[in-house]
Protein backbone atom coordinates (compact mmCIF):
# COMPACT_ATOMS: atom_id res chain seq x y z
CA UNK A 1 0.00 0.00 0.00
CA UNK A 2 1.40 3.17 -1.01
CA UNK A 3 2.24 5.96 1.52
CA UNK A 4 -0.10 8.23 1.70
CA UNK A 5 0.96 12.03 1.21
CA UNK A 6 0.45 14.12 4.28
CA UNK A 7 -2.10 16.74 3.23
CA UNK A 8 -3.54 18.32 6.45
CA UNK A 9 -2.60 19.20 10.02
CA UNK A 10 -5.43 19.71 13.00
CA UNK A 11 -4.50 21.46 16.00
CA UNK A 12 -5.87 21.13 18.97
CA UNK A 13 -5.96 25.02 21.07
CA UNK A 14 -5.61 24.96 24.43
CA UNK A 15 -2.03 23.85 26.22
CA UNK A 16 -1.25 23.22 22.22
CA UNK A 17 -1.21 26.27 20.59
CA UNK A 18 -0.67 28.38 24.04
CA UNK A 19 -0.61 27.74 27.61
CA UNK A 20 -4.20 28.74 28.21
CA UNK A 21 -5.60 27.17 31.45
CA UNK A 22 -3.71 28.30 34.24
CA UNK A 23 -3.40 32.21 33.82
CA UNK A 24 -6.44 32.40 31.19
CA UNK A 25 -8.85 30.39 31.34
CA UNK A 26 -8.31 29.52 35.79
CA UNK A 27 -8.53 33.06 36.02
CA UNK A 28 -11.75 34.05 33.92
CA UNK A 29 -13.57 31.09 35.58
CA UNK A 30 -12.31 32.76 38.76
CA UNK A 31 -13.53 36.49 37.70
CA UNK A 32 -17.08 35.39 36.65
CA UNK A 33 -17.47 33.36 39.73
CA UNK A 34 -16.49 36.47 41.64
CA UNK A 35 -18.71 38.73 39.64
CA UNK A 36 -21.36 36.61 40.51
CA UNK A 37 -21.30 36.84 44.64
CA UNK A 38 -19.53 33.39 44.75
CA UNK A 39 -16.73 32.59 47.02
CA UNK A 40 -15.48 29.41 44.96
CA UNK A 41 -11.76 29.89 44.22
CA UNK A 42 -10.16 27.62 41.78
CA UNK A 43 -6.19 27.41 42.82
CA UNK A 44 -3.84 25.72 40.35
CA UNK A 45 -4.09 22.73 41.77
CA UNK A 46 -7.38 22.20 42.03
CA UNK A 47 -7.71 23.21 38.29
CA UNK A 48 -5.30 20.78 37.61
CA UNK A 49 -8.08 18.39 39.13
CA UNK A 50 -10.93 20.36 37.08
CA UNK A 51 -8.76 19.33 33.90
CA UNK A 52 -10.19 16.32 33.82
CA UNK A 53 -13.20 17.23 32.26
CA UNK A 54 -12.72 19.24 29.16
CA UNK A 55 -15.71 22.00 28.30
CA UNK A 56 -16.08 25.00 30.81
CA UNK A 57 -19.52 24.09 31.39
CA UNK A 58 -19.08 20.57 31.99
CA UNK A 59 -16.44 21.29 34.15
CA UNK A 60 -18.21 24.12 36.57
CA UNK A 61 -21.00 20.77 36.89
CA UNK A 62 -18.13 18.64 37.78
CA UNK A 63 -17.15 21.08 40.43
CA UNK A 64 -20.44 21.32 41.97
CA UNK A 65 -20.74 17.57 41.73
CA UNK A 66 -17.33 16.06 43.02
CA UNK A 67 -15.79 19.59 44.78
CA UNK A 68 -18.64 21.56 46.20
CA UNK A 69 -21.62 18.99 46.82
CA UNK A 70 -22.89 21.72 49.44
CA UNK A 71 -24.01 24.45 46.84
CA UNK A 72 -26.99 24.47 46.17
CA UNK A 73 -27.37 26.03 42.65
CA UNK A 74 -30.52 28.19 41.52
CA UNK A 75 -33.38 25.43 39.99
CA UNK A 76 -32.33 26.14 36.17
CA UNK A 77 -28.77 24.48 37.37
CA UNK A 78 -28.30 24.68 33.25
CA UNK A 79 -29.11 27.98 33.10
CA UNK A 80 -27.07 29.16 36.17
CA UNK A 81 -23.98 27.51 34.68
CA UNK A 82 -24.58 28.82 31.12
CA UNK A 83 -24.72 32.40 32.27
CA UNK A 84 -21.43 31.70 34.70
CA UNK A 85 -19.71 30.83 31.63
CA UNK A 86 -20.59 33.32 29.30
CA UNK A 87 -19.17 36.08 31.93
CA UNK A 88 -15.94 33.90 32.32
CA UNK A 89 -15.86 33.77 28.19
CA UNK A 90 -15.70 37.70 28.48
CA UNK A 91 -13.28 37.25 31.13
CA UNK A 92 -11.15 35.01 28.83
CA UNK A 93 -11.47 36.73 25.61
CA UNK A 94 -10.46 40.36 27.13
CA UNK A 95 -7.30 38.47 28.46
CA UNK A 96 -6.62 37.44 25.18
CA UNK A 97 -7.10 40.66 23.85
CA UNK A 98 -5.18 42.41 26.70
CA UNK A 99 -1.99 40.23 25.01
CA UNK A 100 -2.04 38.21 28.80
CA UNK A 101 -1.35 34.96 26.64
CA UNK A 102 1.57 34.24 23.90
CA UNK A 103 1.57 31.32 21.70
CA UNK A 104 3.58 28.66 22.25
CA UNK A 105 7.61 28.26 21.10
CA UNK A 106 7.20 27.19 17.60
CA UNK A 107 3.72 27.92 16.98
CA UNK A 108 3.43 31.10 14.60
CA UNK A 109 6.75 29.28 12.66
CA UNK A 110 5.26 25.61 12.09
CA UNK A 111 2.42 27.20 11.21
CA UNK A 112 3.68 30.06 8.74
CA UNK A 113 5.65 26.77 7.03
CA UNK A 114 2.99 24.49 6.89
CA UNK A 115 1.15 27.12 4.76
CA UNK A 116 3.63 28.01 2.52
CA UNK A 117 4.25 24.40 2.45
CA UNK A 118 1.24 23.41 0.72
CA UNK A 119 -0.52 22.35 4.14
CA UNK A 120 -3.88 22.53 4.79
CA UNK A 121 -4.77 23.60 8.74
CA UNK A 122 -7.64 22.93 11.01
CA UNK A 123 -8.33 23.53 14.69
CA UNK A 124 -10.30 21.04 16.42
CA UNK A 125 -10.93 22.30 20.11
CA UNK A 126 -13.16 21.95 22.99
CA UNK A 127 -13.24 25.33 23.80
CA UNK A 128 -15.70 27.97 22.93
CA UNK A 129 -15.54 29.52 19.10
CA UNK A 130 -14.94 32.78 20.03
CA UNK A 131 -11.79 31.98 22.53
CA UNK A 132 -10.03 30.66 19.02
CA UNK A 133 -11.03 33.59 17.60
CA UNK A 134 -9.39 35.91 19.91
CA UNK A 135 -6.42 33.90 20.32
CA UNK A 136 -5.67 33.47 16.72
CA UNK A 137 -6.81 37.68 16.49
CA UNK A 138 -4.59 38.45 19.31
CA UNK A 139 -1.76 36.61 18.26
CA UNK A 140 -1.12 35.95 14.35
CA UNK A 141 -3.45 38.80 13.72
CA UNK A 142 -6.66 38.75 12.49
CA UNK A 143 -5.80 37.83 8.60
CA UNK A 144 -4.64 34.51 10.23
CA UNK A 145 -8.22 33.16 10.75
CA UNK A 146 -7.98 32.23 7.19
CA UNK A 147 -5.27 30.58 7.80
CA UNK A 148 -7.36 27.78 9.01
CA UNK A 149 -9.91 25.99 6.57
CA UNK A 150 -12.06 24.49 9.47
CA UNK A 151 -12.66 25.41 12.86
CA UNK A 152 -13.92 23.06 15.05
CA UNK A 153 -14.52 24.27 18.44
CA UNK A 154 -17.29 23.90 21.40
CA UNK A 155 -20.62 22.77 21.20
CA UNK A 156 -20.35 22.22 17.44
CA UNK A 157 -20.82 18.45 18.59
CA UNK A 158 -22.17 17.21 22.07
CA UNK A 159 -20.02 14.69 23.11
CA UNK A 160 -16.31 17.11 24.11
CA UNK A 161 -12.56 14.77 24.38
CA UNK A 162 -12.00 12.63 25.22
CA UNK A 163 -14.46 11.60 22.28
CA UNK A 164 -13.45 11.43 19.11
CA UNK A 165 -16.31 13.28 17.73
CA UNK A 166 -14.77 16.79 17.19
CA UNK A 167 -11.44 15.41 15.10
CA UNK A 168 -14.48 13.28 12.74
CA UNK A 169 -16.02 16.69 12.44
CA UNK A 170 -13.07 18.23 11.37
CA UNK A 171 -11.93 15.33 9.46
CA UNK A 172 -15.47 15.63 7.43
CA UNK A 173 -15.32 19.30 6.76
CA UNK A 174 -11.93 18.80 5.47
CA UNK A 175 -12.81 16.14 3.34
CA UNK A 176 -9.47 14.07 4.19
CA UNK A 177 -9.18 10.51 5.60
CA UNK A 178 -7.27 10.88 8.80
CA UNK A 179 -4.03 8.68 7.61
CA UNK A 180 -3.40 11.78 5.37
CA UNK A 181 -3.36 14.17 8.37
CA UNK A 182 -1.13 14.54 11.32
CA UNK A 183 -3.14 15.83 15.04
CA UNK A 184 -1.31 18.40 17.26
CA UNK A 185 -2.16 18.07 21.14
CA UNK A 186 -1.01 18.54 24.93
CA UNK A 187 -3.15 15.83 27.11
CA UNK A 188 -4.26 12.47 27.77
CA UNK A 189 -7.86 13.63 26.84
CA UNK A 190 -6.99 15.53 23.53
CA UNK A 191 -5.03 12.01 22.41
CA UNK A 192 -8.07 9.75 23.15
CA UNK A 193 -9.83 11.71 20.49
CA UNK A 194 -7.35 11.93 18.00
CA UNK A 195 -6.53 8.19 18.49
CA UNK A 196 -10.82 7.61 18.72
CA UNK A 197 -10.53 9.07 15.21
CA UNK A 198 -7.27 7.36 14.31
CA UNK A 199 -5.37 10.49 13.69
CA UNK A 200 -1.35 10.00 14.22
CA UNK A 201 -0.56 12.61 16.69
CA UNK A 202 2.47 14.54 18.26
CA UNK A 203 2.30 15.88 21.70
CA UNK A 204 3.70 18.95 23.20
CA UNK A 205 3.62 18.77 26.72
CA UNK A 206 2.99 21.38 29.12
CA UNK A 207 2.93 21.46 33.29
CA UNK A 208 -0.63 20.43 34.04
CA UNK A 209 0.09 17.30 31.54
CA UNK A 210 4.00 16.44 31.66
CA UNK A 211 2.75 13.03 33.40
CA UNK A 212 -0.03 11.55 31.48
CA UNK A 213 -0.19 8.92 29.86
CA UNK A 214 1.19 9.41 26.10
CA UNK A 215 1.76 5.71 24.82
CA UNK A 216 -0.13 6.23 22.04
CA UNK A 217 1.82 9.42 20.60
CA UNK A 218 4.31 9.49 17.43
CA UNK A 219 6.21 11.58 19.31
CA UNK A 220 6.36 13.56 23.20
CA UNK A 221 8.06 17.26 23.03
CA UNK A 222 8.18 19.35 25.82
CA UNK A 223 7.69 21.96 22.71
CA UNK A 224 7.91 22.65 18.66
CA UNK A 225 11.28 24.61 19.47
CA UNK A 226 12.72 27.51 17.63
CA UNK A 227 16.00 28.07 16.01
CA UNK A 228 18.55 28.04 18.87
CA UNK A 229 15.94 26.53 21.27
CA UNK A 230 15.60 23.12 20.44
CA UNK A 231 13.22 20.79 21.79
CA UNK A 232 13.93 17.69 24.28
CA UNK A 233 12.03 14.05 23.34
CA UNK A 234 10.18 12.99 26.19
CA UNK A 235 9.03 10.22 24.25
CA UNK A 236 8.52 7.98 21.23
CA UNK A 237 11.26 7.81 18.74
CA UNK A 238 12.91 10.51 16.47
CA UNK A 239 16.29 8.48 15.48
CA UNK A 240 17.55 8.76 12.76
CA UNK A 241 14.30 10.23 11.17
CA UNK A 242 15.33 12.31 8.78
CA UNK A 243 18.06 9.47 6.99
CA UNK A 244 17.11 9.65 3.26
CA UNK A 245 15.29 13.02 3.71
CA UNK A 246 17.62 14.19 0.58
CA UNK A 247 20.29 16.06 1.73
CA UNK A 248 21.14 13.84 5.18
CA UNK A 249 20.68 17.11 7.27
CA UNK A 250 19.56 16.30 11.17
CA UNK A 251 17.24 17.97 12.53
CA UNK A 252 18.15 21.21 14.58
CA UNK A 253 15.40 20.33 17.07
CA UNK A 254 12.68 22.19 15.88
CA UNK A 255 9.79 20.67 14.54
CA UNK A 256 9.18 22.27 10.88
CA UNK A 257 7.28 20.30 7.42
CA UNK A 258 10.49 17.78 6.59
CA UNK A 259 10.61 16.02 10.24
CA UNK A 260 6.64 15.98 10.48
CA UNK A 261 6.33 14.22 6.86
CA UNK A 262 9.00 11.92 8.10
CA UNK A 263 7.01 10.98 10.99
CA UNK A 264 4.22 10.29 9.05
CA UNK A 265 6.05 8.19 6.93
CA UNK A 266 7.64 6.25 9.12
CA UNK A 267 4.23 6.07 10.65
CA UNK A 268 2.52 4.40 7.67
CA UNK A 269 5.53 2.32 7.13
CA UNK A 270 5.05 0.51 10.43
CA UNK A 271 0.99 0.18 9.68
CA UNK A 272 1.92 -1.65 6.64
CA UNK A 273 4.47 -4.08 8.22
C1 LIG B 1 -9.82 22.58 26.44
C2 LIG B 1 -10.83 22.65 27.47
C3 LIG B 1 -11.67 23.82 27.54
C4 LIG B 1 -11.06 25.04 28.15
C5 LIG B 1 -12.15 26.01 28.47
O1 LIG B 1 -9.52 21.21 26.18
O2 LIG B 1 -11.00 21.73 28.23
O3 LIG B 1 -12.75 23.47 28.35
O4 LIG B 1 -10.40 24.69 29.35
O5 LIG B 1 -12.90 26.34 27.37
P1 LIG B 1 -8.78 20.78 24.83
P2 LIG B 1 -14.46 26.72 27.46
O6 LIG B 1 -7.48 21.52 24.81
O7 LIG B 1 -8.54 19.30 24.99
O8 LIG B 1 -9.68 21.09 23.68
O9 LIG B 1 -14.69 27.33 28.81
O10 LIG B 1 -14.70 27.68 26.33
O11 LIG B 1 -15.23 25.43 27.31
MG1 LIG C 1 -5.54 20.80 24.94
Not at 169 to 176: H, K, S, Y
Request: charged share 25%.
Amino acid sequence: MPTPDLKALLFDVDGTLADTERDGHRVAFNLAFREAGLDWEWDAALYGKLLAVTGGKERIHYYLEQFNPGFSPPADRDAFIAGLHAAKTAHYTRLLAEGAIPLRPGVARLLREARDAGLRLAIATTTTPANVTALIDHTLGHAALDWFEVIAAGDVVPAKKPAADIFRWALDRLGLPPDACLAFEDSRNGILAAHGARLPTLVTVNDYTRDDDFDDALLVLDQLGEPGAPFTVLGGRLGGLLDGQGDGTPHQGVVDTALLRALHARHHRRQVA
